[in-house]
């Protein structure tokens, strides 16, 4: 008894995704190799990466489609690989690469799964349908990409999941429908639920996570709150002078390009000591934009070599 | 479990349709015909010599000039046509798991949901035993529709029908079987077909050249068909319990060792 509440309490506090040296080969190429992940429950967490990196292996592991090499992954404290089936009651999965039975209607995949699921998902999917601006009556072999998409998204959020796994979620979405689903997964997350996206998409990765993990080669290379990652994001500088430097620029301040008076720089970290310095040199004018993440990713992206 | 079978019924409903109403016609039309057949069969005989080992491969039986009406009926359940529907039915049956789920992607949409690997299996294998059970039970309407449409006294008695059909059930269930073994094998359904279809073609082939081949009388033993062998039953020879034993041992082991298969296996639909 005292063995069953343990576990239960293990669970209740069980992070909603852990990943502890989860590996996956295959044959002589690396799908992932040691990752380690942590998703915290109620998060809405950014799963980046290129094509290729290991972001749908990942999920294809959490979602015990594979079986790991080596390491193991689990879903609120439960094994991803060996209670497969009991997870998935409390899981909302969207495939990348979507496939839908042709022969199926939006309201009958509904009334088919909710069958399967023990569970009426035609109220809350008719909702989420409405939202979508999706007809439900239309088969599956007549829709369009974005249309099956939202279908999908439709049949993966029915049943009120308390962890959503969407692989690529707004592949094939016009911009009004992402921003609709954007808007739908922070509804999610607000009522408790935690959303585990995979994107190559920073910007959509930027509107919409708490935290972000950028995964390259099959391995993690990042994994911070994006309030920290743009702390450590560089920052384009311009400075014009009105005549010659009198100090020397701070040893930080990487000066990329040099016309007459006019720097273009980059610059990591608080603005302070930047200010500081300008403050004190015979300055027309400056311009210091927002950290730029597009650079640190694509950083992370190329970067030659082993990831850290 | 209700849900799945549900699911499955609805994907092939018309599969089942389409068998039973194949096999109500042909089972009619050869209800009716044998008798004639078996009249006519010493003059066939003596026209076309090579008829006789043809008749004696598919009976498995030595064929002199005449063979008695209740044996000649064995055509009706080993009839060429009959056995390529009914392979047919299992073979497409049978791959729909996991092989075809893989190859056309829908597996990740299933496996999305609550359900464990084995119980997807065990709901298609009970739903396919289901659809043969139909099949042959309108295989048995077909041939009842024939005899009274012949109004002959050619065949034999209904009860020994029905021990033939127990086990041509135990064989399509062997097939069933071995056809589900190389689905959970395959990530395409194409090699999984093509794969079953050569194994009992094989068996067929192998079991029919062993009549006149001696040396393929031992790899026969091997052969799934050589346990299926309606005309012992109508010469008198009862149930054929041993042939029964280890078709159903068939179908066991081998419907286990792919479910086995399909539980650990790593699933990759891209």
Request: proline share 5%.
């Amino acid at each position: 008894m005292r063995c069953k509440s343990a576990e239960s309490s293990r669970t209740m506090n069980a992070p909603a995704i852990h990943c502890e040296q989860l590996t996956r080969r295959y044959g002589r190429r690396i799908g992932i190799e040691a990752l380690n992940l942590d998703v915290p429950r109620g998060a809405i967490f950014g799963f980046l990466g290129p094509n290729g990196a290991g972001k749908t292996t990942t999920i294809r592991l959490l979602m015990g489609m594979l079986r790991p090499h080596g390491g193991r992954a689990e879903i609120f404290g439960d094994d991803c690989w060996r209670h497969s089936a009991a997870i998935k009651r409390e899981v909302g999965y969207l495939p990348g690469d979507l496939r839908l039975y042709p022969y199926m209607t939006g309201r009958s995949a509904l009334r088919c799964f909710g069958r399967i699921r023990g569970q009426d998902l035609q109220e809350q999917g008719s909702k989420l349908a409405e939202q979508f601006k999706l007809d439900l009556d239309v088969k599956v072999g007549r829709m369009s990409r974005g249309t099956r998409q939202k279908l999908g998204l439709v049949l993966a959020m029915a049943h009120r999941p308390k962890l959503l796994i969407l692989d690529e979620p707004s592949n094939g979405l016009d911009p009004l429908m992402q921003r609709q689903l954007h808007d739908l997964l922070r509804q999610q997350a607000n009522e408790g639920a935690t959303v585990f996206f995979s994107s190559h998409t920073l910007s959509e990765v930027e509107q919409l996570c708490d935290r972000v993990a950028i995964v390259r080669q099959g391995r993690i290379v990042a994994d911070d709150d994006l309030k920290s990652l743009r702390s450590k994001a560089p920052r384009r500088v311009t400075i014009v002078f009105e005549a010659q430097a009198t100090h020397e620029p701070p040893a930080i301040l990487r000066i990329e390009q040099r016309e007459g008076l006019c720097w273009q720089c980059e610059w990591v970290g608080d603005a302070g000591p930047l200010i500081q310095w300008a403050a004190r040199q015979p300055l027309r004018d400056l311009t210091i934009n927002e950290p730029d993440l597009e650079v640190m990713f694509h950083r992370h992206y190329h970067a030659k070599g082993e990831a850290s | 479990m209700c849900g799945l079978l549900l699911k499955t019924w609805r994907e092939t409903r018309w599969l089942t349709v389409i068998c039973c109403a194949a096999i109500l016609v042909v089972e009619v039309v050869l209800t009716c015909i044998v008798p004639r057949l078996q009249q006519n069969l010493p003059t066939m005989l003596n026209s076309f010599p090579f008829m006789r080992d043809m008749i004696s491969g598919l009976l498995g039986i030595k064929v002199r000039n005449t063979i008695s009406p209740a044996v000649f009926s064995a055509i009706l359940w080993i009839h060429p046509v009959v056995f390529v529907i009914l392979w047919a039915h299992q073979v497409i049956f049978h791959t729909r798991y996991p092989a075809a789920e893989i190859d056309r992607g829908t597996v990740d949409l299933l496996l999305g949901l609550p359900v464990s690997r084995g119980w997807v299996y065990l709901s298609e294998a009970l739903a396919a035993t289901m659809s043969v059970i139909l099949v042959i039970g309108f295989a048995l309407l077909g041939h009842v529709i024939g005899r009274s449409l012949a109004r002959s006294g050619f065949y034999p008695p209904v009860g020994q029908i029905l021990i033939i059909l127990l086990n041509l059930l135990l064989l399509l269930l062997a097939i069933g079987g071995i056809t589900s073994l190389f689905s959970a094998m395959s990530n395409r359904r194409g090699y999984a077909i093509g794969w079953a279809v050569a194994v009992v073609a094989a068996s067929s082939l192998v079991s029919f050249a062993a009549q006149w081949w001696p040396i393929l009388e031992t790899p026969a033993t091997v052969s799934v068909m050589e346990y299926y062998y309606p005309a012992g039953v109508l010469m008198g020879g009862g149930w054929p319990v041993r042939n029964m034993i280890v078709l159903a041992a068939v179908a066991m082991v081998t419907w286990s060792l792919g479910a086995s298969i399909t539980t650990r296996r790593s699933i990759c639909t891209v």
